[in-house]
Nanobody, 114 residues
Framework: QVQLVESGGGLVQPGGSLRLSCVASINMFRIYTVGWYRQAPGKQRELVAT???????NSADSVKGRFTISRDNAKNTVYLQMNSLKPEDTAVYYC????????WGQGTQVTVSS
């Protein structure tokens, strides 16, 4: 059974920063690509960023230059550093293994508002 626990969300003003964490209970965490996704009210879930087992990263155009994904394999944890936050970044953020698409955590709410 794979479990994912996201944390680090909250209320932040525009221009602020947050760091999200996702801890995964899975064997061989280091071999998996991990992604951060988000879902805003009334919208479909969208991919935000991914990081491969080798550390290669990719991110959506909407967050390029502002969000950074990283991982600590020793802690089975993936992070999302979010800077220069905008109101349109408001969403519930989830992590997921693209190779194991059925497993999702409860998500963490990020609200960007003044």
């Amino acid at each position: 059974q794979v479990q994912l626990v996201e944390s680090g969300g909250g209320l932040v003003q525009p221009g602020g920063s947050l760091r999200l964490s996702c801890v995964a209970s899975i064997n061989m965490f280091r071999i998996y690509t991990v992604g951060w996704y988000r879902q805003a009210p009334g919208k479909q879930r969208e991919l935000v960023a991914t990081i491969t087992s080798g550390g290669s990263t990719n991110s959506a155009d909407s967050v390029k230059g502002r969000f950074t994904i990283s991982r600590d394999n020793a802690k089975n944890t993936v992070y999302l550093q979010m800077n220069s936050l905008k109101p349109e970044d408001t969403a519930v953020y989830y992590c997921n293994f693209p190779q194991l698409p059925d497993y999702w955590g409860q998500g963490t709410q990020v609200t960007v508002s003044s």
